[in-house]
Structures are given as structure tokens and as C-alpha cells.
């Protein structure tokens, strides 16, 4: 493993019964974890290539009890990394060995349902899933909906603002929540927007969600919920080419549709996934494009219609239009099982996660072939075409040495050149420890640190999930320092106040 | 008042570093539609008009970069020739304050949050900025964001900017997600409700998969007829027939539902966007708060001589009342809400915070992001009275 993250600090270490003993004065008796074997649960989140057992795990109840822990944290310059339901694909929750491990798991209320506002609120470690189950009677769902939904807590879904396959058309989790209740790690705790569309001052909101735990713990989550459209029909479309799907996708968009997902598969994932489900998909084609739309039947019927036109004009060799649901779930099947139908195919896989300008797809996946064969390993990819956001999978064996490593350095050269032709390091999965060192690709020193004076804002002494998102930890007195810039002053003459 | 009036990065560095050393304020400027809000303050302006033109716009990526100073109306033509359009109805203040119409600018509407009726269903400027360059109160150049549709990287500094009036940063460049143009869209209006009915309406109407995408209640007060409840169903032709059919059984129990022919529901539209019923003259309120709780505001608010009328379900709140500032701020934050105080002559203006005062814990962290990004407070001019 090439990461490094920062040394542990060995006065915490040393004083590691002293902090457990704290801890359980401010939780529950059973809600502080501190046996060795019981740890190795939280060792590592969906990134398993990276593992450190935490120093202690606390699972706190209320608000309270996150506020009374993190202050407590704070006051000791003990580091705190938060966690929900550990699916992270880019380390995000990965321990440390000097901090307290944050699980939100027992925040798993419903709080309140409104449809009149239509909004749910819900504690942080409620699935994503289960909020569309607390609704889907009342004919209402949660529209965001990574592949992880079963499994995932909304305050993971906040911190990394997952997508999932219909976002193109409802968006990321950033468009989908209102308000949140937020503990900082001085232990104040504050609410920031609610159930109205839009905060009173500086969007705060706006910027905690995608903060990968960095800013603050999510104890409460206001999340629009929507009614459930009337139907969906979907397109299984396979082409001759990655170009002619690429253009179909570019054809689709440009007659002014916007579906409710639009995903893509290579050659490579096609096989896989039919190998494993059995769902018909067409083997002969290079790549195999499912297009659905949802709405009232009217919309869905004449939008399938122009969607298979489409199609035909870009030379599509199959083309199948759903019927009926049992046929639109077979259409998804495939694309849904795909992670473990390629799996099957490798002992391991590294799944990658950047953005591309769409026209760009031909050219970013023959340099990736051409990686592939460079680094003598596999690639297969599926892709939220509609947005750009690629998801190659790197096939590897973590038992042959050297192979994982080989993996990791592939992997950084898929998203540098997701970065070289305009697009950015990840399009949903977050930045992590995975791709921390590569910030450097997208932004320059001053970027970051504009970035990081936000942190300084909510954290000043960095405890809160150091070691992630940023390749340089500055120390906030450092970069509060202001060197400015005079130039030779062409306004020599401003006002003073 | 002096104006600076840049028209490349390194002067718009040179002009904040010097404003910085000189201990000046600067209030970043470009059309001056909404100059008028907020308190009075003697301030050097920093015109942006000089950071003019499209940088790169690709239909197909569904993106466009521009540059801040831009017109509003010229983006605006230009992605309607495109069959695009920006989706959340950014739209022009000039004329609420009886300043001539097309001098509001991209760069305005962006850092001041401006959106219109669609924003009930297809996101606010927030939700449409995704990235920009900048330079801060430190006169350093940076830039966040990307130029892709779905982005993740590092924090999410475009959201934080947009709305944040000018008070973190000077944009140079913006990159904003286009979308297409619904190829027709149906206006539907019921007649004679109430504030609560009309709620009511607009409730079950967005409750519905007849995926309304803006909802608006004038009531009889500001018609010379009477209360008219709006509904807008864009898409594809057949669609939104099928879905107006639909609507109308839906909301039966509310009354006939029937089409407002196009160029008047245009009219209508762009009468609620741009608050045009509450007339050029008095104070105005924008308050916003959970839809449900929009027909009690209204209830405590009327008898006090309030003229309104409720945008967004009622999640969007125009009032037009002449005093009462700390009623209607208490009334607002009872329903779970807060309020905006938009136009109002001077002396209120000077003596209310145009935007509703946050909590102490909120105020404080807002006021350190401001020095993250602004540590000599260059852009603090004081009219936001913090
Ligand atoms: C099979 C699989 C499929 C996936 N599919 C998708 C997909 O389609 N789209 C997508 O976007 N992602 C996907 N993911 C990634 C992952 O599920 C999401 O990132 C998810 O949001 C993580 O949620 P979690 O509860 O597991 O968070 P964790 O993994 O526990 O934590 C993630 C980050 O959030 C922080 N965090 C967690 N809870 C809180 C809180 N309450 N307050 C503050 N910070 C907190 C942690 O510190 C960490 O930085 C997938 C993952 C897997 C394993």
C-alpha cells in the first residue's frame, strides 16, 4: 500500500486507556468499543485495500452525546473520524490509529414525515433506502440512489453527496437536501438550512455536503422527497462502436431529452454481467447503452419512440424497448449486478470514479486500453453516460505481488487523464484517501488552500478526519497569514474608511 | 464614489491588493440592479463589466463558461438559440426597483441566488453554478469547481458562492449547467382560492406525478379579477396534454382547472418572477418558509395591510408592507422560515439587515468563512449591517 497518512500521534497513543475511560463517562457503557477483535470491523470501509483498526470506537445515541464527545475530543487534541455505514469507496471513514472512530449507526430514526412540505426527517445513519420505504405508501420516494442504497446511512450520502443512476435528471444529494443539523468539533451545535428552499445567509449547507466528514458530524438530515412518477420504460440499445453509442447519448441529450438514466457498458462489463445474470444481453456489440425514461405513459410512450429513433440513425444493431416492467428490471439487471459480475472475472477490482466531457469517451477509453496493456492488467467499464462519469474497473489479484500496486498506479493514470481532457478526479465516489495525493492534478497550492481556510473556519486544530481530501495538512496559522499581492498600483488613490 | 473598473485578472488583483493595503472597501459591481439593496454605505466600487463574453459553451455537454459582466440577456438569447435555457429563471431586479430593464448580469444573479418560479422543481443558481475562477480578499487568483456536469473534488466552494453577495471573492469566470428547452409547456390556473386553498392546491398539485414544475397563487387583491392559482407542466407535447388531463381530475376537488392561453400565462409567469403585481412603489419582503406554513404567515400578516402573493407551492412569499420589519422577521422565523427585506426606502434600509439575522453559532462561523477568504474584510462594506 503506497499511502502514507499522518503519524500517529504517540502522547494519544500513550494515553489510550485514559481517553476510553473518558469516553465512557460521556456514552452509554456498551456504545465504546475498545477490544481488539471487536475493532477489526471498523478497520476499513468499501476500500478495503486500506486498513487500520482505530484507536477506540464510540457509537453515540443523541446529539448530545456527538456534541459532549467531540468536545471532549477537541479539548484533548484527540482526532475524531466519522462513520456511517462504512461504503465509502475512497476511504473516506478509514481509521486512524490515534482517533476515535465516530459511528453514527445508532441514529437510525425516521423523525418525521411532512408531505405537505414534502420532506422526511431523518437521523444521519437511517439508509438511504429506508427513506423511500418510510414514503414509497404514500406514493413518494427519495430520488437519490447509489447502487449502495440498501446499505448506506444519508449522513454518509451528505458527506460524500452521492449520485446514483438517476441523477442526471434528479440530481446528487446537494439537490436533494434542505437542512441539515451539524456538530462541530468544538462540540457547538448548529442547523443549518430546514425545510424551505433556500438559507438566510452563506450557503453552509451547500458546502457541508461532499465534505467527506471533514467539516462537521451530520446529526440530522431534512431531505425533499417526491412523488413517484407514474412509470418508466427503458431502451437496451447495443452498438457496433463506443463512438456510435457516444453519439447516440450526445443525439439523445440534443433533442432536448433528459432521462431519467442513461447508462453505458463495454464490451468487456457486457460479458461479465450476462455471464452472471443471464438476462439476454446481446453479446456480438461493443458497447450496450440502457436509456429509461419515467413520467406519465404518454411521456414515457413518445420518449422511448424518439430515443429508438435516435438509436437506429446511429447505426444501433440491437435495439429491445421495455414493455412492461419485468423486462425494464431485466434491461437494469445486468448494469445493476455488474461490480460482482466483474467480480467473477478477477480475483479483485479497483473501481475508479472521474468525470469526462462526454464527446471526449472514444479517446479516454483507448488511452485506458492502451494503460491496460501497459500495466498487463484487465479493464472493464460502465459508465453514467448522460453526466460523463466513468467507472472503469481495474481487474487485479491482490495475492500476486506487486499487482495491487500495478493497480493503484493504472488507476491514477485513468483519472489524470480524466483530469488532462477537461474532466475532474471524481464524479461521485469522493476524493478520500484515495485520490488525495492527485488533488494536485485539478488544483493548484493556492486553490487548495482556499479551500482549506473553509476547514480552518469549522475545525481550526485539524482534528476532525485529518489525513483525507487534502495531500498537504497546513496548520491553519500558516495559511491565515496574508502575503498581498500590490502589483504596481494603478489605483494609488483609493479612499480610506 | 470612486469606481475601479478592471478588465483583466492581474488588474482586478492589483485592484483589491491595493484596496486591501489602502484599508478601502470595495463593493464588487457590475449592472447595479440590485444596488439598491441593503443599507447605505460609502464604498469604492470594483465594476466587473470589463469581464465580459462567452468563454466556451457546449450545447451537447449541456455547460457554458462565461464571464461575469455579462447580460443576462444576451446569455439568455444565446441558449435560446440553442433550444437551451438556464433552468432556474434567473431574472432581472432592475425594473422592481424602476431602474431601466437588461442591465442585470450574469455575475449578479449568480452571487445574489436569483432564481425564478421553476426553481420549485429544477434547482436554484446554487444548484446550477458548477465552477468558477476567482480572485478573494487575499487578491489571489483560485478557482473550484470543474467544467463537467457531475463533480465531487475537493469542496464544493460553488455552492457557497452563489448567494454569498459579493462578500468572499471577485468571479472572473463561471461555468453554469444549461439545460435543454421543454418543447412545450401548458399553463393551468384555477380561480377563486384563498391563501389556504390555494395551498391546499398547490400541495396535492405537486404531490401528483403530473411533475409541475412551477406553482404560483396571486390572490383578487392584485387582479382586477379574481385569485388565480398557477400551475406550469413543461415537456414533450403529448405529454403535457396527457398530464393536464390528469391535473385537472386531481384537482377537482379544488375547483375547475382550466389552460391559460401561452402569451397570457407568459405574462403571468413573468409578472411573478419579477414581483410585478406588488407595483414600483413600498417596502418588499421575500420570505420564504415550508410551503405548509405560507397561508399562516399570510394570516398574521394582512391584517397589518400586507399585500402578497406565494411562489414555489408557497414555499415563496412576496409581501409588500410598509413598516412592521420585526413582526414580519418574528412571523417568518415562527414558521420554521426567514425573510428577506428587498426594497425599502433608506432609512429602513439602514436601520434593518436586508438578509435575516442567523444564530449566534451560525454568525460566528460565517463571519470566519468570510475572513478564510477576505481576511482584511475588503469586501465587509456594511450593507449587510454584520
Ligand atoms: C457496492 C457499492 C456501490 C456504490 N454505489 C454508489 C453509487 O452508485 N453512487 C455513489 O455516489 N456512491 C456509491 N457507493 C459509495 C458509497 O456507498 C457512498 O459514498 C455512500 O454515501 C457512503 O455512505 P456510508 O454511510 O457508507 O458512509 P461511510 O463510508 O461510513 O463514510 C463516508 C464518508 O462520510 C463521512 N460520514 C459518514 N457519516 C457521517 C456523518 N453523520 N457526519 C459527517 N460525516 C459522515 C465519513 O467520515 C466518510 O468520510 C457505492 C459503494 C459500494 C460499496
Known amino acids: ?497 | 464614489m470612486t469606481t475601479l473598473a478592471p478588465t483583466s485578472t492581474s488588474e482586478l488583483r492589483d485592484a483589491i491588493g491595493g484596496a486591501v493595503a489602502a484599508g478601502a472597501k470595495l463593493e464588487i459591481r457590475a449592472g447595479g440592479s440590485k444596488a439598491d439593496i441593503g443599507a447605505e454605505r460609502a464604498v469604492t466600487l470594483l465594476d466587473l463589466r470589463g469581464f465580459c463574453g462567452v468563454v466556451d459553451y457546449d450545447p451537447a455537454e449541456l455547460v457554458l463558461t462565461v464571464k461575469p459582466g455579462t447580460p443576462l440577456t444576451q446569455i439568455e438569447a444565446l441558449v435560446t438559440g440553442e433550444n437551451q435555457s438556464l433552468a432556474f429563471e434567473p431574472w432581472d431586479h432592475g425594473p422592481l426597483f424602476s431602474r431601466p430593464p437588461g442591465v442585470a448580469t450574469i455575475g449578479g444573479v449568480i452571487a445574489a441566488g436569483v432564481a425564478g418560479p421553476d426553481r420549485l422543481a429544477r434547482g436554484s443558481a446554487r444548484d446550477h453554478l458548477l465552477g468558477f475562477t476567482a480572485v478573494s480578499g487575499r487578491a489571489e487568483v483560485f478557482v473550484a469547481g470543474g467544467r463537467v456536469i457531475k463533480n465531487v473534488t475537493g469542496y464544493d466552494l460553488p455552492k457557497l458562492m452563489a448567494a454569498s453577495w459579493g462578500r468572499l471573492a471577485a468571479m472572473t469566470e463561471l461555468t453554469l449547467r444549461v439545460c435543454p428547452r421543454p418543447q412545450a409547456t401548458a399553463t393551468m390556473a384555477l380561480e377563486g382560492l384563498g391563501a389556504s386553498e390555494a395551498v391546499a392546491a398547490m400541495t396535492r398539485a405537486m404531490g401528483s406525478s403530473a411533475e409541475v414544475s412551477a406553482a404560483a397563487h396571486l390572490p383578487a387583491a392584485l387582479r382586477a379579477g379574481p385569485a388565480l392559482t398557477l400551475f406550469r407542466l413543461p415537456g414533450f407535447e403529448r405529454s403535457v396534454v396527457a398530464r393536464c388531463a390528469k391535473m385537472a381530475e386531481w384537482l377537482r376537488p379544488h375547483g375547475a382547472l382550466h389552460r391559460v392561453p401561452q402569451t397570457e400565462a407568459d405574462t403571468l409567469w413573468g409578472a411573478v418572477r419579477q414581483v410585478a403585481p406588488l407595483g414600483p412603489e413600498g417596502s418588499i419582503w421575500r420570505i420564504h418558509v415550508p410551503p405548509s406554513r405560507a397561508p399562516t404567515v399570510v394570516q398574521v400578516l394582512e391584517p397589518l395591510g400586507a399585500q402578497w402573493l406565494f411562489d414555489w407551492a408557497g414555499g415563496l412569499i412576496w409581501v409588500r408592507l410598509q413598516a412592521h420589519a420585526e413582526q414580519i422577521r418574528a412571523t417568518a422565523a415562527a414558521a420554521g422560515g426567514h425573510a428577506t427585506l428587498v426594497r425599502a426606502p433608506r432609512e429602513l434600509r439602514n436601520a434593518v439587515p436586508a438578509l435575516h439575522p442567523r444564530s449566534r453559532v451560525v454568525s460566528a462561523l460565517e463571519a470566519r468563512i468570510r475572513r478564510a477568504f477576505d481576511p482584511a474584510g475588503v469586501f465587509e462594506t456594511g450593507r449587510f449591517l454584520d
Open chain 1, 1 to 497: 500500500m503506497s499511502l502514507k497518512m499522518p503519524p500517529p500521534d504517540q502522547a494519544v497513543l500513550a494515553r489510550r486507556s485514559e481517553i476510553i475511560a473518558a469516553l465512557e463517562r460521556l456514552v452509554a457503557a456498551d456504545a465504546v468499543i475498545s477490544e481488539s477483535a471487536a475493532l477489526r470491523p471498523y478497520e476499513s470501509d468499501a476500500l478495503t485495500a486500506y486498513r487500520q483498526p482505530p484507536m477506540v470506537v464510540v457509537l453515540p445515541e443523541t446529539v448530545q452525546q456527538v456534541s459532549a464527545v467531540l468536545a471532549w475530543c477537541d479539548g484533548q487534541g484527540v482526532k475524531v473520524v466519522p462513520r456511517g455505514s462504512g461504503t465509502s469507496l475512497s476511504g473516506g471513514a478509514l481509521p486512524l490509529a490515534d482517533a476515535v472512530l465516530l459511528g453514527m449507526a445508532r441514529f437510525n430514526r425516521i423523525l418525521d414525515i411532512s408531505y405537505a412540505d414534502r420532506v422526511a426527517v431523518v437521523q444521519p445513519g437511517v439508509t438511504n433506502l429506508a427513506i423511500t420505504q418510510a414514503v414509497e405508501e404514500a406514493g413518494f420516494y427519495y430520488a437519490p440512489d447509489p447502487s449502495s442504497q440498501i446499505a448506506c446511512s444519508i449522513g454518509g450520502n451528505v458527506a460524500e453527496n452521492s449520485g446514483g443512476v438517476h441523477c442526471l435528471k434528479y440530481g446528487l444529494t446537494t439537490h436533494n437536501v434542505l437542512g441539515i443539523e451539524l456538530v462541530l468539533m468544538d462540540g457547538e451545535i448548529m442547523r443549518l438550512g430546514g425545510r424551505q428552499l433556500d438559507p438566510a445567509g452563506l450557503d453552509l449547507l451547500g458546502v457541508v455536503v461532499g465534505s467527506e466528514g471533514l467539516l462537521g458530524v451530520v446529526t440530522e438530515v431534512t431531505v425533499r422527497i417526491l412523488p413517484r412518477p407514474e412509470g418508466a420504460r427503458a431502451a437496451l440499445i447495443g452498438f457496433p462502436s463506443v463512438e456510435s453509442a457516444g453519439q447516440c447519448v450526445a443525439d439523445v441529450i440534443a433533442a432536448g431529452i433528459i432521462p431519467a438514466g442513461m447508462e453505458m457498458m463495454d464490451k468487456k462489463a457486457i460479458h461479465a454481467a450476462e455471464a452472471f445474470v443471464h438476462v439476454g444481453y446481446p453479446l456480438e456489440v461493443e458497447a450496450l447503452l440502457i436509456v429509461e425514461v419515467d413520467g406519465a405513459a404518454a411521456e414515457c410512450d413518445e420518449l422511448i419512440e424518439r430515443i429508438a429513433d435516435i438509436a437506429r440513425s446511429n447505426r444501433a444493431i440491437t435495439l429491445r424497448l421495455s414493455s412492461n416492467e419485468q423486462e425494464r428490471l431485466g434491461f437494469w439487471a445486468g448494469r445493476k449486478a455488474a461490480f460482482p459480475a466483474v467480480g467473477r472475472i478477477a480475483p479483485d477490482y479497483y473501481c475508479m470514479d472521474g468525470t469526462i466531457p462526454r464527446r471526449r469517451l472514444a479517446q479516454v477509453l483507448h488511452r485506458m486500453e492502451e494503460l491496460a496493456v501497459r500495466y498487463g492488467l484487465g479493464i472493464a467499464n460502465v459508465f453514467h453516460a448522460g453526466d460523463g462519469n466513468l467507472h472503469p474497473l481495474i481487474l487485479y489479484d491482490a495475492n500476486q505481488p506487486g499487482q495491487l500496486e500495478r493497480a493503484e498506479a493504472f488507476g491514477r493514470d485513468i483519472l489524470r487523464l480524466c483530469v488532462e481532457v477537461g474532466g475532474v478526479l471524481t464524479g461521485e465516489h469522493g476524493v478520500g484517501v484515495e485520490k488525495r495525493d492527485l488533488m494536485p492534478e485539478m488544483f493548484n497550492a493556492t486553490d487548495l488552500a482556499h479551500q482549506q481556510r473553509l476547514k480552518c473556519a469549522f475545525d481550526p486544530d485539524l482534528l476532525l478526519n485529518p489525513g483525507k481530501v487534502f495531500p498537504t495538512l497546513h496548520r491553519c496559522a500558516e495559511l491565515g497569514r496574508m502575503h498581498v499581492h500590490h502589483g504596481e498600483s494603478r489605483y494609488p488613490d483609493l479612499p480610506r474608511f
